[in-house]
């Protein structure tokens, strides 16, 4: 059997990759960088769950903790590792944010906005992500996230914490990812 070992793909680091989801993770919406890395066209794209993207190596613990930030409408920091449709792979820095209606202020979408990771933040996240998968294969996903919240306490810090400091987005990088933020998110 020949079977192909997937590459990563090596990201722009001044392009964003951009997709807004309905309420449910459904996608409405993408930029044509996140169309390119993806593989996929944007017609395969579209009403689509954004876990098409999902690679195997992602603790579900940390779409659970996603999930339960978006739905209290606090927006989240993460490192993602995603999968495209060839098969190949790609380290992202997503801000998953809450959008809300301009006149009745309710949710209505959500936008995740990416950039590449950093190579120091991949090499730290890696080995926790995947003791997490490994421990939600044995385990379940509450015994992931015990684990998960034992290693924050013993850091002695938040998840938002933790992952800011891994990332290192701070000064020039931190305005660069927030000038970002702000021209993408109407």
């Known amino acids: 059997m020949n079977e192909i070992t997937p590459k990563e793909i090596k990201l722009s680091s001044i392009r964003p990759i951009l997709s807004r989801t309905d309420l449910t993770g459904k996608i409405k919406s993408c930029n044509s960088y996140f169309v390119e890395i993806s593989g996929y066209t944007e017609a395969e794209l579209i009403g689509k769950a954004h876990n098409i993207i999902r690679h195997k190596d992602m603790p579900k613990i940390i779409f659970k903790l996603m999930w339960a930030r978006l739905k209290k409408n606090e927006d989240i920091l993460a490192i993602v590792k995603n999968r495209s449709k060839s098969g190949n792979y790609y380290w992202v820095t997503t801000m998953f944010e809450t959008k809300y209606h301009p006149f009745e202020k309710t949710p209505e979408s959500y936008l995740a906005l990416r950039k590449a990771a950093p190579e ?3 090499k730290a996240i890696e080995p926790l992500y995947a003791e997490l998968c490994k421990i939600e294969e044995e385990h379940g996903i509450e015994a992931s996230e015990e684990y998960l919240m034992e290693i924050l306490r013993q ?14 987005y701070k000064g020039l990088m931190a305005t660069l990812f927030n000038s970002m933020r702000k021209m993408f998110v109407s």
Request: net charge negative; no cysteine; proline share 0%.
């Open 120 to 122: 120091k933040a991949v």
């Open 155 to 168: 850091k002695n810090k938040t998840y938002d914490e933790y992952i800011e400091d891994i990332v290192h």
